[in-house]
Nanobody
Framework: QVQLVESGGGLVQAGGSLRLSCAVSGRISIFAVMGWFRQAPGKQRELVARFRSGSTTDYADSVKGRFTISRDNAKTTVYLQMNSLKSEDTAVYYC??????????WGQGTQVTVSS
């Protein structure tokens, strides 16, 4: 089993910054994908940013240039640096990892609220 624990969410004013962290524990392996999703009220969960195929990164168009995904060398912590936050970034942010077997795991989520 793999456990994911997110932290770093909170309330911030528009234009501000937050850094989310996702600590990975348990049966650590080399994951095919490590990333972040978010879900706003009444909306579907959507990809925010991810690592795949090693170090390739993908970003949602809405966050390009504002958010940066990174991880530590041991690949047991994944970060999401969020700058120039907008009210539309308000959502619950979830950490996600996918094994090469396609089994995937989710964190419990952390709330990010951006006030305008």
């Amino acid at each position: 089993q793999v456990q994911l624990v997110e932290s770093g969410g909170g309330l911030v004013q528009a234009g501000g910054s937050l850094r989310l962290s996702c600590a990975v524990s348990g049966r650590i392996s080399i994951f095919a994908v490590m990333g972040w999703f978010r879900q706003a009220p009444g909306k579907q969960r959507e990809l925010v940013a991810r690592f795949r195929s090693g170090s390739t990164t993908d970003y949602a168009d809405s966050v390009k240039g504002r958010f940066t995904i990174s991880r530590d060398n041991a690949k047991t912590t994944v970060y999401l640096q969020m700058n120039s936050l907008k009210s539309e970034d308000t959502a619950v942010y979830y950490c996600n990892v996918i094994e090469f077997s396609n089994r995937q795991y989710w964190g419990q989520g952390t709330q990010v609220t951006v006030s305008s």
